[in-house]
């Protein structure tokens, strides 16, 4: 059975993780190959700061919303 989404609070609720189903959900962070930032990809982009998370096979595995 495939993992399903999942949101993680930090412990400030000023930092939320979204494990896609995709994402190994191991604490090795070596899952993680490339990161890249919304703002990277949209250069008039207004709102939190999103970072997208890739495995090797360059899969969405997880978001990171910084508030």
């Known amino acids: 059975m495939k993992n399903l989404i999942e949101l993680k609070l930090g412990d ?8 896609l189903p995709e994402h190994p959900r191991n604490t090795d ?23 997208f998370d890739f495995d090797e096979s360059d899969t969405l595995i997880g978001i990171e919303i910084l508030g």
């Open 29 to 51: 962070s070596k899952c993680v190959n490339k990161t890249v930032d919304i703002r990277d990809l949209i250069n008039d982009y207004k709102g939190p700061d999103l970072l």
């Open 12 to 19: 400030d609720n000023e930092v939320g993780y979204v494990y």
